[in-house]
């Protein structure tokens, strides 16, 4: 592993995050908020789910340093007296499985279909576009909204994990056709090039060659895309669950605790949507930076 990360630093890549002062600052705001999630049964200062703990005496408490404010209480409480950061790190930690999961499952899909498109062409290649340019007509959305609708109608009373199933099929429809054309768009210059051709001639499997020596110089693009489309996933994930038709109520991501505190935006309990609002930003922009930064440091013409 300190081999690993010795390479690392000394490649290309190490050399342009290291004299990036913004994709430093954005790993570390990233880092932050992963471990905040991962690690939020041992860093929360409460379980804010635990219904045994809340006490409906601390509701709407405002933040620390305010006059009413409470020490136990850093940022205030919500409507139900559950603490504020400790909702955001278990808030956090929804929204992250579920933009990563929904991510994994749109690269696979998208680079296995771009792959079979751009390599084997054909009639394939004209019924993998026609489908991708059909759910590109639909907004992302509308699409995720009227899936996991269907799904929370169709199973009302069904157990948590089959929700966040069904939150992040209707997420990955709608993210696997960017995939789809780009790895497409790379495969058609790649298949014409001079080891393809040496592959085909010596008798090497069509799914070999794809799997094998087309696939790992596709990945470049696919890695980036994917990097700025966790950011897309997390706030897509975000909006349905401000709509209503994203995580349970018993295990609430950051979109519904925006979605509780808006009720009480006007009211004069700020703290109660801002904090979850600036932590889903801070978590899309650091996420969005890295993004940008890795499209600069993979792109051989700008090095």
């Known amino acids: 592993m300190t081999s690993f990360l010795h390479r690392w630093f000394d490649s290309d890549v190490g050399h342009s995050f290291r004299s990036s002062p913004t994709a430093i600052v954005a790993a570390v705001m990233a880092f932050i908020c992963v471990f905040c999630a991962v690690f939020a049964p041992w860093v929360a200062p409460h379980n804010p789910f635990d219904l045994a703990t809340l006490e409906l005496s601390n509701a709407r408490l405002p933040p620390a340093w305010s006059s009413d404010g409470s020490r136990n209480f850093l940022l205030g409480t919500d ?10 790190m278990y808030g956090a930690r929804i929204s992250l499985a579920v933009g990563l999961a929904s991510v994994v499952l749109s690269v696979v899909i998208g680079v296995s279909l771009g792959l079979a498109a751009g390599f084997l062409g054909g009639w394939i290649d004209s019924v993998l576009m026609r489908l991708c340019d059909v759910m590109l007509s639909f907004p992302a959305i509308l699409v995720a909204l009227l899936i996991a609708g269907v799904g929370r109608a169709l199973f009302p009373n069904a157990h948590d994990a089959l929700a ?51 696939l790992p110089n596709v990945m470049g693009p696919v890695l980036v895309l ?19 038709v994203g995580a349970p109520p018993t295990s609430p991501s950051l979109g519904t605790l925006i979605r509780v505190g808006n009720d009480y935006l006007f009211s004069g309990e700020w703290w109660i949507t801002i904090f979850p609002g600036a932590m889903l930003v801070l978590i899309a922009l650091s996420v969005n930076l890295l993004g940008d930064w890795l499209r600069d440091a993979l792109n051989p013409r700008l090095r």
């Open 79 to 88: 409507d139900q007296g559950r603490d504020i950061l400790s909702a955001l």
């Open 164 to 214: 966040f199933g069904v939150l992040i099929i209707s997420i990955t429809l709608t993210g696997w056709v960017q995939y789809a054309r780009t790895v497409r768009g790379s495969t058609l210059v790649e298949r014409n090039k001079e080891y393809v051709q040496a592959a085909r001639v010596t008798g090497v499997a069509p799914l070999r060659i794809m799997r094998s020596h087309v």
């Open 226 to 244: 994917a990097t700025i489309q966790v950011a897309t996933a997390i706030i897509t994930e975000a909006t349905l669950s401000f709509l209503g």
